[in-house]
């Protein structure tokens, strides 16, 4: 189904809507959008229901400012409301100044960037402009059909937290810590503690060889006959075949190497501020330092990056669970916290078998695709002059300015 624009008005400007309707008629004959305004309400339905659900399908709002749209604060509050709401994930708002009036004095529509963009009402002068005006809106939401319209494919970010085989054998074969100045002395003991009860479990040689020269060609040791660039490609190309009609995803490991470079480490955080990430943490890894301080840098802290964070082991069922558990809590305190709150995109804990690494990519990902798409959207937007009332200035997973606030 073509883009749904809901176009908001009072109902005793009725005549301007209609004119605007014959404008974006044009769009709509030709398969572009739909157009739905409170006429198509049938007899005996629900209005208030039927309203709620236009907003939540549209993709543009267009609302009409008159004195009669604010005039009628009771009515409007809860499409308001409702407009806001949906703001919040997607809305793209259209305020058209369209009669004369004090719109100045409203605090949220003073915030907004109106149409026209002379703030000069679209009815004015016996009506010599309107037809313009209106012919300048259409084809400003023919433009942002067509930049949403574009589905290529999503780029996904994966920063990769395991250890090179280089750095690995450095940890398990020398005083690699106790050399360390940033390394505390419970810090080491920790790392014995844990070091003994993975070699319970497996040989040293066994837990080397899953380590490689690229951080992405790691072998997790829940899945040791595959590396962990192979799962997501796998389950990438599940979810493509699964959602077919979705953009299909691309993994992209280009930051994995920046991540550890702490000349570079700023540049990721940089780029995570209007992208969407996964990151997939080695929990063996964790103790070596170059891994720990570009885990303690504010990576944990991203909302827009997913984590996860792979044991070695089962962790419901060996002591080794106790030691994990310690040092996430005390590199990555802001990450067990996002867990205990049930944030979809941050699985810390429980990623002990392939079956459940799949599992769980197979469900972040399509997450983090979405909050991929707005963040883009929000960059074209800005791209074409419209991010001042549009753009979805990121404050947490999904969060969008609303009508009201000033960004």
């Known amino acids: 189904m073509p883009p749904l624009v809901f176009i908001a008005y009072s109902r005793k400007d009725e005549p301007e809507k209609n004119e605007l309707v014959s404008h974006l008629g044009v769009l709509q004959n030709l398969g572009l959008i739909e157009i739905w305004s409170d006429d198509r309400i049938a007899a005996g339905a629900n209005r208030q229901h039927e309203i709620d659900s236009a907003i939540s399908r549209a993709t543009i709002a267009v609302l009409l400012i008159t004195a009669n749209f604010l005039s009628d604060a009771g009515e409007n509050e809860r499409l308001l409301q409702q407009l806001r709401r949906c703001h919040r ?31 000069q009402p679209v009815w004015r002068d016996g009506g010599q402009h309107t037809d313009g005006h209106l012919a300048e809106l259409t ?35 020398q005083n690699l810590l106790a050399h360390n100045p940033d390394v505390t002395p419970g810090d080491v003991q920790r790392f014995e503690a844990f070091k003994a009860a993975l070699f319970n479990h497996y040989p040293v040689n066994d837990v080397l060889k899953q380590y490689t020269i690229q951080r992405v060609n790691w072998k997790p040791l829940i899945n040791p006959r595959t590396t962990i660039k192979q799962t997501i490609l796998e389950t990438i190309q599940n979810l493509d075949d699964y959602h077919p009609d979705a953009p299909p995803l691309t993994p992209d490991f280009t930051l994995s190497k920046k991540l550890f ?50 044991s070695p082991l089962n962790t419901r069922k060996f002591k080794i669970s106790r030691l994990i558990e310690e040092t996430v809590n005390r590199q990555m305190q802001t990450a067990v916290t996002r867990f205990e709150q049930f944030e979809p995109l941050c699985q810390t804990f429980g990623i002990n078998d392939s079956r459940v690494l799949r599992y769980q990519l197979f469900n972040v990902l399509p997450q983090t695709a979405d909050l991929q798409a707005q963040l883009r959207l929000s960059t074209n937007l800005k791209r074409l002059g419209r991010g001042q009332d549009q753009a979805a200035l990121p404050k947490g997973p999904v969060d969008f300015w609303s009508i009201g606030e000033t960004p």
């Open 261 to 310: 470079h702490h000349a570079t480490r700023p540049q990721v955080l940089k780029t995570l501020n209007r992208s969407a990430g996964v990151l997939l943490v080695d929990a063996i890894s964790m103790f070596h330092p170059t891994l720990n301080q570009a885990l303690s840098s504010g990576i944990a802290t991203h909302k827009h990056v997913a984590i996860m964070i792979l």
């Open 89 to 119: 994930h997607g809305l793209i708002i259209l305020t058209v100044i369209a009669k004369s009036c004090a719109w100045k004095s409203v605090e949220w529509l003073a915030a907004t960037h109106v149409r026209p963009g002379s703030e």
């Open 139 to 173: 084809a400003e939401i023919q433009s942002i059909i067509a930049e949403i319209g574009q589905t290529g494919p999503v780029a996904i970010p994966f920063l990769i937290a395991a250890m090179t085989r280089r750095e690995a054998t450095d940890l398990f074969s």
